[in-house]
Nanobody, 125 residues
Framework: VQLQASGGGLVQAGDSLRLSCATS????????MGWFRQAPGKEREFVAG????????YYADSVKGRFTISRDIAKKVVFLQMNSLRSEDTAVYYC???????????????????WGQGTQVTVSS
């Protein structure tokens, strides 16, 4: 299983970025995909999650209305569209994959077995 995150960069506050997570080796029955982030000196935190079959989405309160998680089923890619970026969104962003989650566990990083390498997002104010 491989997850390859890309699309990070340096932007100004208010700008947008779209992160991509290319997957290989995954099966998608009962699969959830998630985006997490980790800022320096802070714990890894949940950003957004998606149930592959059905497309149910979940968001951290801090990004609701600004970020959108989606997937391309044919290409097996997960996206995170980030709009109205703020300086507090600065972090390394990771995509992750899990099996058999329920809604209450989507935000728990310990439930995700597979992780990508991370992509840096820096938002200057």
């Amino acid at each position: 299983v491989q997850l390859q995150a890309s699309g990070g960069g340096l932007v100004q506050a208010g700008d947008s970025l779209r992160l991509s997570c290319a997957t290989s080796g995954l099966t998608f029955n009962s699969r959830h995909m998630g985006w997490f982030r980790q800022a320096p000196g802070k714990e890894r935190e949940f950003v957004a999650g998606l149930r592959w079959n059905g497309g149910n989405t979940y968001y951290a309160d801090s990004v609701k209305g600004r970020f959108t998680i989606s997937r391309d089923i044919a290409k097996k890619v997960v996206f995170l569209q980030m709009n109205s970026l703020r300086s507090e969104d600065t972090a390394v962003y990771y995509c992750a994959a899990a099996l058999g989650l329920i809604a209450s566990t989507v935000s728990d990083p310990g439930r995700y077995a597979h992780w990508g390498q991370g992509t840096q997002v820096t938002v200057s104010s």
